[in-house]
């Protein structure tokens, strides 16, 4: 018999009325807003920053990917389950997943395994309809502007050829990344380029994950940058008095999101992912509130720690005051095998070799984990095809590093086979022993912060720019956003900006192509190498395989 | 004092949990999906054919109204309360606002004053999430055409200049109309000419309108015609295995939404508006689950009877095997004066000699019912600017045609001012004196419903045909298509197709600019005159007003 998927998985688990999961956290019922039985929204009150200052909040990151992922929703998921076994009080607080890759290749992310996230079907498709509001509000915003292009009598003067502002769309859609709008004719708009970004990417979506109230939510939201005018003075959504309504589009997306894991422990999934081209980590109210609500939040920042966890700390932490107590950084043996030259079809074979060169990846997130302050744990995600000599070695090696490194079992035995690692991080996040350190300061030069991650997380020699970069360079020195943290868009498969450089590159200098900005959300993004904002479908989409029966039963979702 | 604004009215009302609503139908409480507490899906399986069959259907349309609306949905709301305050169990089963004109003029679609469904904000906002699914479902099918056309590998050989299929969005935004998608190079796509219609006149929304579960769902779905390949073969949403994720992706959205009246009478809200673009009435499901539940069911289709009334009864109830048991004509003085000739800025004046002018219109629409076999009620929804020898006046030549014209208060008093209107409804509903007979048979060719339509209903003399139309005749007739009802797409400010020519028309015949076509819900689009599927915003959107507070507290809507 073979193992069941993921879908089955989630499908057959005894799940819980979210009531019964609310109540284990305290949370009143009259308090939550349901959608359907097993979601429900947790109102902002429940945000108590006496209570957070004494939980513990424990970060996952990974390193370098293979492209099927290694698993770290899937260890946040278990490490949570696994933490209430051994009698902590503990939440998961993840990213909801995005709706275009559920059609791609990629899937949802939901975990897998008996580490899940549930109802995993509602999770992956539109869940809470938070990112439709999002999509919508950036939309309005797209709206307006070119509305005010078109009606000369309530004209601000825009100049369409400065218009930075994209549409976005949850979708893989490539199709849409460089468009014209505005064709047909006088009562058509303004002719102009344009393109779409998936979702996750929108500047609201990161302003979402970033503000603290309504308040905070309506400024950031008044500071996006659109463009210039004519006369060459900068147009903020504020002057479309576009703030208002965009954040009332919001109004049900700024809570946070309740659902329960397989075993019926609390999870909390809000904002949005893609830390390879956004800033993809959940919002600063959900980690707030689940450390308002239990002793340890586990949450995570992928797809490597290159990009998640260097964006965690040097953003959301800068805005939300926050600081890990603990860090886990999740590896595979696969993952290793992959960075030590093992070539496509051989990552589930046994390869000590591979796995021997492999480690420097790992190597250099521990490396850099411990530049960052922090001292990393090990998860090493168990996979059947693991080979008991590739273990030893990678906990050998880590031992010597003065790291520990430990089996990650939950996805064939869920909490149960976290006991040990939920142990260690659980000790590790009551020791005191991490203090997170930025590696930059934020009122450096754009240029110098860029610099700096990618000297010391990348391992660069340095960093070119495009004569585009360099020209925006002036624009944002102009605007005076020079003084924001950066987010980095980068290919996860690397260290480096080139996908094809395997394990811990040497002898590489970055380049950034172009800038887009963040005004309101509060950063700077260098897009490097070839990375694109809005995915694409590969050539036999996944959605070719799903469908619905009469009664409503789902199946190829994965 | 002045008169308290629709959102005032809406938030200070004394709102029930929804599951009191949903007991008063005796839907158990176990059977709801709740979104919030005012808000709850309602399963497939509440649908009873053998109690339909008992129940009565009450369709409610207007005269052609002015640009503010002549408050359809008002009265309908009103005339639910109204039956159940005579001791009718009546729900009213109404359509659900599109979150597009709520930013630009029309505002919201919940009623108004005392007659309104609530929660309003979240209705007209982003409600259960049914327009988000709709709109998605619509893109993904696009996403997979333009990414069939980029791989090669697995490609049908689809000619991207014979695409009719478009991208939608639910927000009024007219430089989308016309764009150019697929720029940039090799990675990006093909570059193919393509629109954006507004998301009610996706077919997606028909297609959900007109489904009767999950099984015709999916098969409507597949029946998407999207364009030809190169050696001119039809190509439909089935050969890109669309139709299985679309329906997964629309797995809540099928299901209707139970919300309440400000009386605390039950209300399902369920499908797309926009008869003048779309087919316009809310769901055979939502219809039949309402009349499975009560038995009286109120709803509504316009904007004019020309254009709701004639496509419920000839696309929605020709698919549902339905046939309304009572008929209600909204009209007001108001509108009668601008169709008597009454200039902008003096329809709120008394004005008896542009009212008796203007009755004609209301003349046709009385006649163009009693030609469907059916004899309708007028309600006058009453304002305060109505002058009593204005209402004499319209009630006098009601009587004349044998036709009951009876004031509508339910703005000011709620159902206390619908029992009048309500008793009179309800006794045509039980007298049997109401029998639709379509005035075209489906297997007539194209052009002869056409001519129907616009010589019975219209008043029209004929009918012209670009020469675009014409060469589209020739491929929906080559197609097979041609057997499918009409949904045409017109001004809903003329019984022409001329938004100048008010009261009642004569002389002019209509032209079919051009046609869009429906496979999958099953009719064929001609649109007529400048009409747009995708709407544009004022040079002062709505949203320019609107505003949250830090509680969360909104303004500005309507």
Chains 1, 2 share one sequence.
């Not at 070119?146 to 490539?174: A, C, F, G, Y």
């Not at 000599?389 to 079992?409: P, R, T, W, Y």
């Not at 450096?444 to 585009?468: C, H, L, M, P, W």
Request: hydrophobic share 40%; with cysteine.
């Amino acid at each position: 018999m073979s193992f069941p998927t993921d879908l089955e998985i989630a499908q057959s688990a005894d799940i819980q009325h979210i009531k019964e999961i609310a109540a284990k956290i305290n949370i009143d019922n009259d308090d939550l807003e349901y959608y359907g039985k097993h979601k429900a929204k947790i109102p902002l009150k429940y945000i108590d920053e006496a209570k957070i200052r004494n939980s513990k909040l424990i970060l996952v990151s990974a390193i370098n990917p293979t492209p099927a992922g290694e698993g770290k929703t899937t260890v946040s998921v278990g490490l949570c389950d696994g933490l209430n076994k051994i009698g902590k009080k503990a939440i998961a607080v993840l990213r909801e997943p995005s709706l275009g890759p559920v059609f791609g290749i990629k899937g949802g992310a939901a975990g897998g395994g008996y580490a899940q996230v549930i109802p995993m079907v509602d999770i992956n498709l539109h869940f809470t309809g938070d990112f439709a509001a999002i999509e919508k509000a950036n939309n309005l915003l797209s709206a307006l502007i070119d509305n005010n292009l078109q009606n000369k009598e309530h004209s601000l003067n825009i100049d369409p050829r400065t218009i930075v502002w994209k549409r976005v769309m949850d979708m893989n859609d490539r199709s849409l990344r460089k468009i014209v709008v505005g064709l047909g004719g006088l009562s058509d708009g303004i002719v102009r380029e344009e393109g779409f970004n998936i979702t996750p990417a929108s500047e609201v979506m990161a302003i979402l994950c970033l503000s603290k109230d309504f308040e905070d939510l309506k400024t950031r939201l008044g500071n996006i940058f659109i463009g210039y005018t004519f006369d060459k003075k900068p147009v903020f959504a504020r002057d479309l008095k576009a703030q208002g309504a965009m954040a009332i589009l919001l109004k049900d997306a700024i809570k946070p999101n309740l659902v329960q894991t397989l075993e019926s422990n609390p999870a909390i999934l809000h904002g949005g992912p893609f830390a390879n081209i956004a800033q993809g980590t959940n919002t600063i109210i959900a980690t707030k509130t689940g450390l308002s609500l239990a002793d340890f939040v586990v949450t995570e920042a992928g797809f490597g720690a290159d990009l998640g966890a260097e964006k965690f700390l040097h953003i959301k932490c800068h805005y939300a005051g926050l600081k890990p107590d603990a860090f886990v950084i999740v590896a595979t043996v696969r993952a290793l095998r992959y960075h030590g030259g093992a070539k496509k079809g051989e990552y589930e074979k046994p390869n000590l070799q591979a796995v021997e060169k492999g480690f420097e990846n790992l190597d250099k997130h521990i490396e850099n984990a411990l530049k960052l302050g922090l001292k990393p744990i090990i998860a090493i995600n168990h996979f059947a095809t693991d080979a008991q000599d590739e273990i030893d070695f990678i906990q050998k090696k880590c031992d010597e590093l003065g790291v520990k490194a430990i089996l990650a079992d939950e996805f064939t035995k869920g909490g149960e086979g976290m006991r040990e690692l939920a142990a260690a991080v659980a000790e590790s996040a009551e020791s005191g022993e991490n203090n997170f350190q930025p590696l930059y300061d934020v009122n450096d030069t754009i240029e110098t912060k860029i610099g700096i991650i990618a000297r010391e997380i990348y391992g660069a020699d340095g960093v070119n720019f495009s004569q585009k970069a360099k020209s925006q360079l002036k624009t944002i020195n102009n605007l005076g956003f020079d003084k924001l943290p950066i987010c980095m868009a980068k290919t996860q498969k690397s260290l480096s900006d080139d996908e094809k450089k395997i394990g811990r590159p040497i002898g590489f200098k970055i380049t950034v192509r172009e800038f887009e900005f963040a005004a309101g959300a509060g950063f700077i993004i260098p897009i490097l190498g070839d990375m694109m904002r809005m995915p694409g479908l590969p050539s036999v989409p996944a959605s070719e395989g799903m469908d619905i029966d009469k009664d409503g039963n789902i199946t190829g979702l994965s």
